[in-house]
């Protein structure tokens, strides 16, 4: 089970952090990614981090305000947002697969949503 936290609103330019931890199992075979989903548009992937490797990734629209790392002996994943933007408001999802490729999603996390005020 993934818990994710952290969403709220913010004002344009603001920060904000939001958080997966794993209930049940651990994240250290795994690759932990946030999506998000915005009214009207589709999902989009917005980063992950691969725990086995350290590997990361970030969509081009969240790259140099996005950062995303993992404790592993917490368990959780941290997506620190910074210079958002109104475009950044949706609900924020976190995901666990075996890659930042996601062949295939293992579970996912219950939305947080994230509000930036112009």
């Known amino acids: 089970q993934l818990q994710a936290s952290g969403g709220g609103l913010v004002q344009a330019g603001g920060s904000l952090r939001v958080s997966c931890a794993a209930a049940?199992?651990?994240?250290?075979?795994?690759?932990v990614g946030w999506f998000r989903q915005a009214p009207g548009k589709e999902q989009e992937k917005v980063s992950c981090?691969?725990?086995?490797?350290?590997?990361?990734y970030y969509a081009d629209s969240v790259k140099g305000r996005f950062t995303i790392s993992g404790d592993l002996n917490k368990d959780t994943v941290l997506l620190q947002m910074t210079s958002l933007k109104s475009e950044d408001t949706a609900v924020y999802y976190c995901?666990?697969?075996?890659?930042?490729?996601?062949?295939?999603?293992?579970?996912w996390g219950k939305g947080t949503l994230v509000t930036v005020s112009s």
């Open positions: 981090v691969n725990n086995i490797d350290g590997r990361t």
């Open positions: 995901a666990l697969s075996y890659s930042c490729d996601f062949p295939k999603v293992l579970h």
């Open positions: 049940g199992f651990s994240f250290g075979r795994y690759a």
